[in-house]
């Protein structure tokens, strides 16, 4: 699943690393409908309904296949594991957004007007249902405002004050997750948010992983997934965009690739 505003075209390149080890292997590159601004403008209530509907259309997929989002797809495919039930063998994303950006520079991505709108308006419904990014902006002078059922982040995080245990469950029947963030990110802020780290509340100082409720709560089960080494984090070094390009070939080869040889894990 491809980031925001691109075409499902700009994960050709990482696919083609996963034809070369594994001759044969089947390979879907989801598009958001036709249109990249769709990937901007529909909330992602429905971005994640339609990959859902994508996946249980297609007979290549019933069981145990291997799920992989970049960026804001990070957001998509796990959503649709929690949401969706969908049955998922190793769930991967990388340079994700997990516990949502707050910051300029995503921004710098988007038209001026849109940037407005979501710095000033972002947590009213109107803006949370028609512009996606504002589903993920997570303010930390604001998390009363943030923690709220229209937001799709603190949906899927489990942060609004009634859990959601589907979600959680779901999560715990994957084989293994794996996630990532770079180093050289220079979009997400922070970019730890790959790892579900993001800014304290009322500071700019990143969480830790024993100071966040994803953890300490275990919210949607990381804590219990890490203790029996089904979690599995890596810090990579490229631009975001380069994620899933030459740049990070190296990288990918190395520590991700082996989670599609789909050999389940002691
Ligand atoms: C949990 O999420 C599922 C899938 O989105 C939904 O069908 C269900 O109603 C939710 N349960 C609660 C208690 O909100
Ligand atoms: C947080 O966890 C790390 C690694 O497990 C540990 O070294 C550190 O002491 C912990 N910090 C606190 C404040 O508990």
Same mark, same amino acid.
Request: proline share 4%; net charge negative.
């Given at each position: 699943?491809?980031?925001i505003?691109?075409?499902?075209?700009?994960?050709? #390149?990482?696919?083609?690393?996963?034809?070369?080890?594994?001759?044969?292997?089947?390979?879907?590159?989801?598009?958001?409908?036709?249109?990249?601004? $769709?990937?901007?403008?529909?909330?992602?209530?429905?971005?994640?309904?339609?990959?859902?509907?994508?996946?249980?259309?297609?007979?290549?997929?019933?069981? $145990?296949?291997?799920?992989?989002?970049?960026s804001?797809?990070?957001?998509?495919?796990?959503?649709?594991?929690?949401?969706?039930?969908? =049955?998922?063998?190793?769930?991967?994303?990388?340079?994700?957004l997990?516990?949502?950006v707050f910051g300029i520079p995503y921004l710098l991505k988007l038209?001026?007007?849109?940037r407005?709108?979501?710095?000033?308006?972002?947590?009213?419904?109107?803006?949370?249902?028609?512009?996606?990014t504002?589903?993920?902006?997570?303010?930390?002078?604001?998390?009363?405002?943030?923690?709220?059922?229209?937001?799709?982040?603190?949906?899927?995080?489990?942060?609004?004050?009634?859990?959601?245990?589907?979600?959680?469950?779901?999560?715990?029947?994957?084989?293994?997750?794996?996630?990532?963030?770079s180093?050289l990110d220079e979009v997400i802020t922070p970019r730890?948010s790959?790892?579900?780290?993001?800014?304290?509340?009322?500071?700019?100082?990143?969480?830790?992983?024993?100071?966040?409720?994803?953890?300490? #709560?275990?919210?949607?089960?990381?804590?219990?997934?890490?203790?029996?080494?089904?979690?599995?984090?890596?810090?990579?070094?490229?631009r975001h965009q $380069?994620?899933?390009?030459? =740049?990070?070939?190296?990288?990918?080869?190395?520590?991700?690739?082996?989670?599609?040889?789909?050999?389940?894990?002691?």
């Amino acid at each position: 699943m491809h980031g925001i505003a691109a075409f499902a075209s700009d994960m050709n #390149e990482l696919a083609s690393w996963l034809r070369a080890a594994f001759p044969g292997i089947y390979i879907v590159l989801i598009e958001i409908r036709n249109d990249f601004e $769709d990937s901007i403008l529909w909330p992602f209530d429905k971005q994640v309904e339609h990959f859902c509907a994508t996946i249980r259309n297609d007979v290549h997929l019933e069981q $145990d296949f291997n799920m992989l989002g970049f960026s804001q797809g990070s957001f998509i495919v796990r959503g649709a594991v929690e949401r969706c039930s969908l =049955p998922v063998h190793n769930l991967i994303t990388l340079s994700g957004l997990h516990q949502g950006v707050f910051g300029i520079p995503y921004l710098l991505k988007l038209p001026a007007r849109l940037r407005e709108w979501i710095s000033k308006y972002t947590y009213e419904e109107l803006i949370q249902d028609h512009i996606s990014t504002a589903n993920y902006w997570r303010d930390s002078a604001q998390f009363n405002k943030c923690i709220s059922q229209f937001h799709f982040l603190s949906d899927i995080n489990n942060e609004c004050i009634k859990l959601n245990e589907t979600y959680r469950s779901n999560m715990l029947k994957v084989n293994g997750f794996v996630t990532t963030y770079s180093k050289l990110d220079e979009v997400i802020t922070p970019r730890e948010s790959g790892w579900f780290l993001g800014y304290a509340e009322h500071s700019l100082d990143i969480e830790t992983w024993n100071t966040s409720r994803q953890f300490t #709560e275990d919210l949607i089960g990381i804590r219990t997934l890490w203790k029996p080494g089904k979690l599995f984090i890596f810090i990579s070094h490229t631009r975001h965009q $380069d994620t899933p390009h030459a =740049p990070n070939r190296d990288f990918f080869l190395k520590n991700i690739l082996q989670f599609f040889n789909h050999i389940p894990f002691q």
